[in-house]
């Protein structure tokens, strides 16, 4: 009986420039999309520089990872709702029109951040990509795979993706695997704050080939 894995995976570990001190991290509320709110461990920084950026319904900022001599350049972008519950708009804005929000982070300008809070967090999520491509419309999977023998066979088994992040005082880790598994076969702005203590979307951008590696949403800081 043949068993084919077909697998491909996404690594990244960065630090912050500059971290977190761990001593001003504190525990504050953070407020959840019912209403309700939690008590959540965030970071902080005070006064500085940053790229930020004030849009209609939602805000930007950018916090960038060390270089460690490479010549690409990562960074971290939050994207924040001015309402607390307005991660659904965002979200379907983001769905409509992804180009819009990657041109927004070439509008954020240098900006002093009289201080910032983020929750640190660690979560993972798990999906069938197979179905997913159904609900949009795919109902057969086009891949065909190919056995060390020449033998194709259709992709019609399921194609499942599993992504890991982990964001704390010192950087990033985050991972991501796709895999198919076959049984039988393949002018500065004055000073201003900015505290993430509601649902946010980040991402994770190289800035200089503009590729987003990571994208997701915080609705709940301790929901591992």
Same mark, same amino acid.
């Given at each position: 009986?043949?068993?084919?894995?077909?697998?491909?995976? &996404?690594?990244?570990?960065?630090?912050?420039?500059?971290?977190?001190?761990?001593? +001003?991290?504190?525990?504050?509320?953070?407020?959840?999309? +019912?209403?309700? *709110?939690? $008590?959540?461990?965030?970071?902080?920084? #005070?006064?500085?520089? $940053?790229?930020?950026?004030?849009?209609?319904?939602?805000?930007?900022?950018?916090?960038?990872?060390?270089?460690?001599?490479?010549?690409?350049?990562?960074?971290?972008?939050?994207? &924040?709702?001015?309402?607390?519950? #307005?991660?659904?708009?965002?979200?379907?804005?983001?769905?409509?029109?992804?180009? *819009?929000?990657?041109?927004?982070?070439?509008?954020? !300008?240098?900006?002093?951040?009289?201080?910032?809070?983020?929750?640190?967090? !660690? @979560?993972?999520?798990? @999906?069938?990509?197979?179905?997913?491509?159904?609900?949009? #419309?795919?109902?057969?999977?086009?891949?065909?795979?190919?056995?060390?023998?020449?033998?194709?066979?259709?992709?019609?088994?399921?194609?499942?993706?599993?992504?890991?992040?982990?964001?704390? *005082?010192?950087?990033?880790?985050?991972?991501?695997?796709? *895999?198919?598994?076959?049984?039988?076969?393949?002018?500065?702005?004055?000073?201003?704050?900015?505290?993430?203590?509601?649902?946010?979307? @980040?991402?994770?951008?190289?800035?200089?080939?503009?590729?987003?590696? @990571?994208?997701?949403?915080?609705?709940?800081?301790?929901?591992?």
């Amino acid at each position: 009986m043949l068993k084919v894995i077909l697998a491909n995976a &996404l690594y990244f570990k960065g630090t912050w420039d500059p971290i977190f001190e761990v001593s +001003n991290t504190s525990d504050k509320n953070f407020y959840l999309l +019912n209403g309700e *709110e939690v $008590k959540a461990p965030f970071m902080y920084q #005070g006064y500085g520089w $940053k790229l930020y950026g004030s849009f209609e319904g939602f805000k930007v900022l950018r916090l960038p990872y060390q270089n460690e001599q490479d010549q690409r350049r990562f960074s971290m972008y939050i994207y &924040l709702p001015d309402e607390r519950d #307005g991660l659904k708009n965002l979200l379907q804005q983001l769905n409509t029109n992804p180009d *819009e929000f990657l041109k927004h982070q070439l509008m954020l !300008k240098p900006t002093t951040v009289s201080y910032f809070r983020i929750p640190k967090f !660690k @979560f993972s999520c798990r @999906f069938q990509v197979s179905q997913v491509m159904q609900e949009l #419309g795919l109902k057969e999977p086009s891949i065909m795979l190919c056995s060390p023998h020449g033998q194709e066979f259709p992709a019609s088994a399921s194609i499942n993706h599993k992504a890991v992040i982990e964001v704390n *005082e010192t950087g990033t880790e985050a991972a991501a695997v796709t *895999e198919l598994d076959c049984g039988c076969c393949l002018d500065a702005p004055p000073p201003v704050p900015f505290v993430a203590d509601h649902p946010f979307v @980040f991402m994770i951008m190289e800035d200089k080939s503009r590729i987003p590696l @990571f994208v997701g949403a915080v609705v709940n800081p301790l929901l591992g």
